[in-house]
């Protein structure tokens, strides 16, 4: 299948609405499977943005082309930092980031979600993530043992003095979990008091290999049947419920000499 990443600079809202119906258009007429696009890609940190508005562009966008599912990285509404995927001109899954990134004040800007989310496209189960969520693998993990995924899709506004901690927590929920991995990454940012560098896109199979594309957006892959793993870390997962910590230099009951 074919999977397209955008590599997206944020300009003005107007800008960004009518950059992204073209850029939907290009797309999926290119024949791709799923669409993404990176987080905050219309409205950034500072940008005004009206919820209404947005969701009849994406409707508008992925109507047009009913065979494409459509990520479209995340965009303010209700307070919350929302991941929305549509298909064939309506909403079919959403995700609210959980993990708010403290340093850039995001707490002030948006109340945490309280669940993570899934979404069947195609066949394939995915997980969704969001930037600052790849830090706690702990999220990656419930979404692959308790939703069964198969692939996770990453949305962020990482920047690229950082982009190899962005790559090498993404190489390892794919390692740990033997999913694919598919990150989209905003790759810059031109607005007055918010001029940004993002990190790269990346795509890594279960086995944590990128995955090479010729122009930078576009990825070809075989998600069925999954490679052959060396160690399935699910299936020799063992849930351990009890953690015990030996004070330094002291003794504990049932310990001899």
């Known amino acids: 299948m074919k999977i397209y990443l955008s590599r997206w600079t944020c300009l003005d809202v107007e800008s960004n609405l009518t950059r992204l119906r073209a850029e939907a258009d290009e797309a999926a ?31 508008e966008a992925s109507a047009a082309h009913p065979a494409t599912a459509f990520l479209f ?46 979404v069947e496209l195609g066949g394939t189960k995915v997980g969704l993530l969001n930037c600052n969520d790849l830090r706690f693998p702990e999220q990656a993990r419930t979404l692959k ?34 999913a694919w991995v598919f990150a989209c990454c905003v790759s810059g940012s031109r607005y007055p008091g918010e001029d940004f560098a993002g990190a790269g896109n990346y795509v890594f199979d279960p086995h944590g290999e990128p995955v090479r594309t010729r122009d930078d957006r576009t990825y070809e892959v075989d998600l069925s049947p999954s490679p052959a793993l060396v160690l399935d870390t699910t299936k020799s997962f063992v849930d351990i419920a009890v953690v015990e910590v030996f004070p330094n230099g002291e003794r504990t009951g049932g310990l001899r000499d």
């Not at 943005?49 to 947005?54: A, G, L, W």
């Not at 991941?83 to 899954?93: D, F, I, N, P, S």
């Not at 899709?153 to 794919?174: G, N």
């Open 145 to 178: 043992l308790e939703a069964g995924v198969e692939a996770y899709v990453a949305v962020a506004w990482w920047p690229w003095r950082r982009t190899h901690i962005w790559e090498t927590l993404l190489r390892a929920r794919a390692i740990e979990n033997g």
């Open 73 to 118: 990285g995340s965009f303010t509404e209700d307070r919350r930092n929302r991941m929305t995927v549509w298909q064939g001109g309506r909403e079919v899954a959403r995700y609210d980031k959980v993990h708010l990134f403290g340093p850039n004040d995001e707490p002030a800007l948006w109340d945490q979600g309280d669940r993570y989310a899934a």
């Open 29 to 59: 007429q290119g024949g791709s499977d799923w669409v993404v696009f990176p987080e905050s890609f219309l409205n950034g940190y500072t940008r005004k943005v009206e919820p209404e508005k947005v969701r009849q562009a994406f409707g």
